[in-house]
């Protein structure tokens, strides 16, 4: 049996593969090793009793988690699955490797990660390579869960809303400043708590608050991640995550105006890497 699994900072895709064939899909928490360590990790594993009932029965495993940017970090993720999976052969990289494969269709391109965090690269169908590096929620992830997050809090305290926005989150969250302080400042995870806000964008989609913001963002991320590679608008380009999927159309509008030709935008790569896996990796 293999499992092949695409992991987040907020949530982990699985996909239980047996005689090359899928057999079932499992979801857990994300993992991520800047914030997760290996007991963690293997913990939030063995809580879906439906995944670990086959662990003496996986050989393979091929684990993309983003956070796993270097062999130590890799490590912690990789022994958190020997845990539990202890008969199995472990593969470990970073979600945006997984990213690139799950868009990969015969041809260079480049591939962008637009969810709780934000990231790009080039595939040429060999090597996945980075021009500029990804700086996490609090320097970059630039149009990203985390970032839009931040935006609306702290347009929310310094008192910019819209009036429907603030009053939503003023009287249906009972949302307050002591309770933002505390979970970006001194709690666990302030990254997923910033993207978790998301479903305010989501409910005010239509206000031009929201989409001036998203296009903000959306061209921030281009600019800096996209229009970084020389090549940029001679390749497809393509989106993979939660914030690229749900603000397709915004994404699109600031991609034009940039030249870049888009090419997928998926939300979750899950079903792509299986088949790429199938295709090139297992025989």
Request: proline share 2%.
């Amino acid at each position: 049996m293999y499992l092949i699994a695409d992991s987040g900072s907020t949530k982990c895709d699985w996909m239980l593969l047996k005689d090359n064939k899928e057999v079932e899909a499992f979801s857990t928490m994300g993992f991520n090793p800047f914030f997760h360590n290996e007991t963690v990790i293997s913990t939030a594993i063995k809580d879906n009793t439906e995944l670990t009932k086959y662990a003496d029965e996986v050989k393979f495993i091929f684990l993309y988690s983003a956070g796993c940017s270097s062999k130590e970090l890799k490590l912690v993720v990789e022994r958190g699955l020997k845990q539990v999976f202890t008969k199995a052969n472990i593969y470990v990289d970073h979600d945006l490797v997984g990213a690139a494969y799950s868009t990969y269709s015969g041809q260079p391109g480049i591939t962008c990660i637009i969810g709780t965090g934000s990231n790009s690269c080039f595939f040429d169908g060999q090597n996945v390579t980075e021009e500029v590096p990804a700086l996490g929620y609090i320097l970059g992830d630039e149009g990203s869960g985390s970032y839009f997050g931040k935006k609306l809090l702290s347009d929310y305290l310094y008192k910019k809303l819209p009036v429907e926005i603030n009053l939503w989150l003023q009287d249906e969250l009972k949302l307050t400043k002591k309770e933002i302080l505390e979970n970006v400042y001194m709690k666990p995870h302030a990254n997923v708590y910033l993207a978790s806000f998301m479903k305010i964008y989501a409910t005010f989609k239509e206000n031009l608050y929201v989409k001036n913001t998203v296009a903000a963002g959306m061209n921030h991320f281009l600019m800096n991640h996209v229009c970084c590679f020389a090549n940029y608008n001679a390749v497809p380009v393509h989106f993979i995550g939660s914030i690229a999927f749900h603000f397709e159309d915004i994404l699109r509008d600031e991609s034009k105006k940039l030249g870049i030709e888009v090419g997928n935008i998926i939300k979750k790569p899950i079903d792509g890497l299986v088949d790429y896996h199938l295709k090139y990796l297992i025989k």
